[in-house]
């Protein structure tokens, strides 16, 4: 492994800087691979008197062609400038201005972090260090600055140019086949949210008008062709400008929003100024091209980006270890954004899912670290799930704990107090500490203990005094640098269920009675006595999982089917079962490892068959309950030598199981929520499709010749994607040659369209047989395929190794190999993207020995490579390290 390790940033060296930058004049000629940019910055020291401090900009990979100061050019001993930055040891001791020029090359630029090509289309990435690829600068979100950009290039090749902000000046340049624009952003703004565009773009245009009554353009520029996809991500823009405004009194602020979407994109999105730049993955959408699922994550994206003008920009992070602060709170406004715009229970099942799968084996593992880290060597690799989606718990946590209408008005102080500032953690906390006079130093913990913390419950009913005695004890595991922990602050919504399905009234025998059945846990253990129970509840803890922990509740199996079909809430009817179907699941797994044979339950698929006929439950939620339990679901229970051939089986045995026994009513529920009208995608519609896909796939987990037909049937008859690759997606996991003949077909069908392709590639990578990595191998070598587009390779290989887990985790070790393999490749081009994909080892220490063996050596594989980039050797350095 490699010994030369850079010191890592910490948080509790942060210093204010020495420099403040007031304004940024920018300048940009645009080349396909000589751009030349003009930087001309207004400095200030931050503090007055004694003498100035160095200055020292940041840079990466930067050519200086000239460099003045106050208008005079500097002698050569008065800077040194590196490719990686610029320093004056003796600058003057008031404000002055630098102008500073620059070279550099946007084809050559592969890590798409800067100012790169996507095809022919100029773009920026700032986030989180990008501009310094871009010209010389203080490259930190606690300097903040207002921008002037314009910008020139060929009208062939650049007919429209766009920056942040309002657009001030436009022309042809005389004489020349060049035209100009310059654009002005008066919001100071931290570098990381620059952002540019150049090329030819069409565009789709709508208004807004804010509830002050002021007019907005809207604008989404997509490559040209491409309109007719825009409605839908323009309409789930209007709708979260709007929510923005009821749900938080936000206002849009500049004249003009823009949206542009470009081929080649690391991420999903991203927030700049008045101009957010965005995958088209997540814009494009029709009935014939995207499905429900992409609806939905495009209206979720729109409006999470659209969120961050004023959680992000408006009010930003001091420094790095701060981004919980916007991605956390933001990802928080976006999940109630949609539950308030669709189904509440259905989206909290969905996030909590999502939570459960990702972040809670991050958690459990060798990459596990704080909602706010304390150090790190490579920030890109920050933006982890812990970051963003645990980080969203807490903020839902301070609500649950406050109360909606405090924790509103945390949030007004938060925006008024901060405005316009780069704020930190403790600064947003201590707005609901002032507006609650709550004490939330405790609460604290949430963001620097990692680690799911785990609560056991034990609830014992006395006859004779006619209470209900409930004990808690909560722990928190070990993770990396934190051997031993704090117990922390946990709210735990509680209800006690009575025979008839209601609730008691909960009156606690002690102390005052919670307000909105909220349990405040504190300690590492503590009791509740609540009085007035006169006969034995069904507990019902952590309803709408009120904190995102481990609860361990010694319940029987008839009281979970009890929760599972008359709790009154929903969260929790859908968790009953699942803990009910995972007992089953990890019991035969283990069976299945030891060769032993997996066991049935009737009483499982009796509940099952209770709620598929309950016709006052919505669909999207039915299809939620009849979904089994995931492959990381059950490893994450196992917890150690998992063996993922025995855990896919045992699933794949209870699907096959519940297609079965249920047969008759899917096939009947199927049948009656066929489509009627024409394809529409209002929430009705799309529950039903939910829940009739949802029916199709357990008919087709039997591997019944009827299913197989019915799936090819619907497959060929679609009108729409959802349908198609639902049917599709169902059939795929089959060895049979309907499977063989849809693929064919599918790519016939969209051959042409590379984001419909994408579909078809992560099909193929998902599928559960050996032949898959052969097969990925293969496709590695089509046409279609190419590993310098980041959204082709999660396609593909991200599909494999993340959504695979049988068959990237073979016994033989070959998954871990072409993925290590694929890492190295692709580092020296993209190591942002090389760096994700070797996070899917995230789990290898929980593997049973054999596999453990495999993918330490995969892993070593990857470490010791020569000249890796700090993003990739800082995963594997800490995927290998023993805690
Ligand atoms: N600010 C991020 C984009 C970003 C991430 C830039 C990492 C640089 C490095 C943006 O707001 C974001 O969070 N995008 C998410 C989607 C969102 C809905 C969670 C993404 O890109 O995946
Ligand atoms: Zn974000």
Redesign the pocket.
Known sequence: MRTEEARPVRLADYRPPDWQVDTVDLDIALDPTATRVRAKLNLRPSADGGPPAPLTLDGEGLVLRSIALDGTALSPEQYVATADRLTIAQPPQGPFALEIETVLDPSANTELSGLYRSGTIYCT?C??EGFRRITYFLDRPDVMAVYTTRIEATKAQAPVLLANGNLIAAGDIAGTDCHFAVWHDPFPKPSYLFAMVGGNLACVEGRFRTMSGRDVTLRIYVEPGKESRCGHAMASLKRAMRWDETEFGREYDLDIFMIVAVSDF??????NKGLNIF?DKYVLASAETATDADFDRIE??VA??YF?NWT?NRITCRDWFQLCLK?GL??FR?QEFTADLRSRAVERISDVRALRAHQFDEDAGPLAHPVRPAQYHEI?NF?TTTV?EKGAEVVRMLKTLLGAQKFRAGMDLYFTRHDGRAATVEEFVQCFADVSSADLAQFMLWYSQAGTPEVVATGSHDAARKSYRLDLVQTVPASPDQPSKEPMVIPLAIGLVGADGRDLPLKLSEGATPDRAVLTLSKPAQSFVFADIAAPPVLSLNRGFSAPIKLVVNQSADELRFLATRDGDAFNRWQAFQTLATQLLVENAKALRTGGTARTESRLTDALRAVLADGTLEPAFVALMLTVPGEADIAREIGRDVDPAAVFAARAGLRARVGGDLGAELLERYGSLAQTGPYAVDAASVGRRSLRNTCLDLLVATGHRDSICLAARQYHAADNMTDRMAALSALSLCDVPERGEALEDFYGRYRGDPLIIDKWFSLQAVIPEPGTLDRIKALTRHGAFSFANPNRVRALIHAFALGNHKEFNRPDGAGYDFVADTVLALDGKNPQLAARLLSAFKSWRVLEPARRQRAHASLMHVAIAYSLSPDVSDIARRALSEN
Do not use: F, L
């Open positions: 990435q986030e989180a690391n991420m999903g999105a991203m927030e995958n979720a994206i999470h980006e961050h992000g991605e933001t990802v976006d890109n933006y963003y």
